[in-house]
């Protein structure tokens, strides 16, 4: 980006400087950090771009043959809606007030915002296959912003970070699931692909939603009674001296296990005041979304749900998590004034232990139901990824195969690709037929068992004593019995945080978790 800046003499005095620098700060059209060289602007709707000049300065934009101007509010702020764009570029934005600002190398294609905690941020060169897939980056026409703004207690304007080109060089540090989401878009439409990546690791949902839309949630009352309680306990002298004792005792930790050639513990964190904590509700949101709002975006994909799985953990607790999902959708859609964009989220994959008893009931598999429930948003998706996860690693690998489903998806159900299955099986209602219960599925075109024998079910009477069920593939139906539940009355799936369940469709993937019992 080229700017114009003043040209103030090095030799005036300091103060005489200082005293003109307001002047010259004023007299500069600025733009928020996204609107940037190498950016892609969403085509075929109105795209705002946006920024501050003087009070009533005329800022003229121009772009692809189109040209408009607007005049600056009271508070400096403009704004100016292009028409509908086309596909293709590269283009130069040119943006003109008392100085000019000169963007090059513009796109215009498809634009997707990816969120979330450390599985968004996760890089693609901590992906597997990363060699393979670095060699093969040569893609200009992929372009991601990484918002690099921290934590705010107040929604702010500019943002930090840059576009930066897809290729060898640059794909490492570029989100993986952002990344190889978009590169299935970009290959199937064969359009440039904007993804924009706002993700901060081990951080919970209501940090990423604005504070109007979640503080009179009646349901989230503990959780915002527990943050009010620590800023106002806070002591910043005791944490600091709380903090000095941990790190001296961390240092002979870890020099004895530097001696012992084990792996080193994890240092503590430096103390930090409640409100600006990353886990404290609205302050990624005021940071790191705020300053891209109102930035023209298809839709917006989210991977996040790790920290909330924890019902001790800030007062929450993952029952809510269907709220807070509604909410962080409604808030964002409501913020950026696009209607209901499409949003997709990440189910969470396999964890922990492999399952022993029939069900298995924690944070994680309560988290699992709160995103399918919350499929009965209008305009949204979700990635099933239960055979993608590790059970040793909250951070699985396979990436590839995370963006793909969410681009499978995207590709059926906002671009409208009748060849592409958006989704694994998904529950569909029921029968109890005696002894016998039947289970519908949406997607279930080729239901089939992923090896010789269906797993996964467990059934329970009035009871509520699970049995590992007996299971038979029925059409797109399936059937799930155990000799001694006479009267069954409910059916569980995948019902563990690493269950031993193989349902699939004739696409591959697999089924979602359910419970017919659910709350």
Request: glycine share 8%; aromatic share 8%; net charge neutral.
């Amino acid at each position: 980006m080229t700017r114009i800046v003043s040209r103030w003499s090095s030799c005036l005095p300091l103060i005489a400087l200082a005293a003109f620098m307001p002047l010259a700060a004023q007299a500069d059209v600025r733009l928020p950090a996204v609107i940037s060289d190498h950016m892609v602007l969403q085509q075929e709707i109105a795209v705002p771009i946006w920024g501050w000049a003087d009070k009533g300065e005329e800022v003229t934009v121009s772009i692809a043959g189109q040209s408009m101007s607007v005049k600056a509010g009271a508070d400096g702020k403009w704004m100016i809606k292009l028409d509908k764009l086309t596909s293709g570029g590269p283009h130069e934005l040119l943006i003109t007030g008392k100085n000019t600002l000169k963007i090059t190398d513009v796109l215009i294609g498809e634009v997707w915002l990816g969120s979330g905690q450390s599985n968004m941020a996760m890089t693609v060169s901590r992906s597997k296959d990363f060699e393979a897939e670095q060699a093969a980056a040569n893609l200009p026409h992929i372009r991601m912003f990484r918002e690099s703004s921290g934590s705010a207690t107040d929604p702010q304007e500019t943002g930090s970070g840059k576009w930066e080109v897809c290729s060898s060089e640059s794909v490492g540090a570029f989100s993986a699931t952002a990344f190889f989401f978009g590169r299935e878009i970009h290959k199937s439409l064969k359009l440039p692909v904007g993804l924009i990546n706002s993700s901060v690791g081990g951080t919970p949902i209501e940090a990423w939603t604005s504070l109007p839309a979640q503080k009179s949630l009646s349901e989230l009352k503990p959780l915002f009674a527990r943050w009010e309680n620590a800023t106002a306990t806070y002591d910043p002298e005791k944490a600091k001296t709380q903090y000095d004792k941990a790190f001296a005792e961390w240092r002979t930790a870890a020099k004895k296990a530097r001696d012992d050639g084990k792996q080193l513990p994890r240092p503590p964190q430096p103390p930090v005041n409640p409100r600006r904590n990353s886990h404290h509700p609205a302050v990624l949101f005021n940071g790191k979304i705020a300053p891209l709002v109102p930035y023209a975006i298809r839709g917006a994909i989210w991977y996040q749900g790790e920290s909330n799985a924890n019902s001790s953990r800030d007062g929450s607790s993952p029952e809510n998590y269907g709220l807070q999902l509604r909410t962080l959708i409604a808030d964002w859609r409501g913020r950026w004034g696009q209607g209901d964009f499409p949003v997709a989220w990440v189910q969470l994959p396999l964890f922990q232990k492999p399952q022993v008893e029939p069900v298995e009931e924690t944070g994680w598999t309560i988290i699992r139901e709160q995103m399918l429930k919350t499929l009965k948003v209008p305009n949204t998706g979700m990635a099933i990824t239960l055979d993608l996860g590790e059970a040793n690693d909250i951070h699985p690998r396979d990436k590839q195969g995370v963006g793909k489903r969410l681009a499978q998806w995207a590709l059926a159900k906002v671009y409208n690709q009748k060849n592409v299955v958006a989704s694994g099986p998904l529950p569909d209602g029921y029968e109890i037929d005696g002894e016998e219960v039947v289970l519908s599925f949406r997607y279930a075109a080729g239901l089939q068992a992923s090896g010789e024998e269906l797993k996964g079910f467990a059934i329970a009477g009035a009871d509520q004593k699970w049995y590992p069920a007996k299971a038979r593939i029925d059409g797109e139906e399936v059937v799930v019995w155990h000799p001694d539940v006479k009267q069954p009355k409910a059916v569980r799936y995948a019902w563990a945080d690493n269950p031993d369940a193989n349902l699939i469709n004739g696409a591959g993937l697999p089924a979602s978790p359910f419970r017919t019992d659910a709350k």
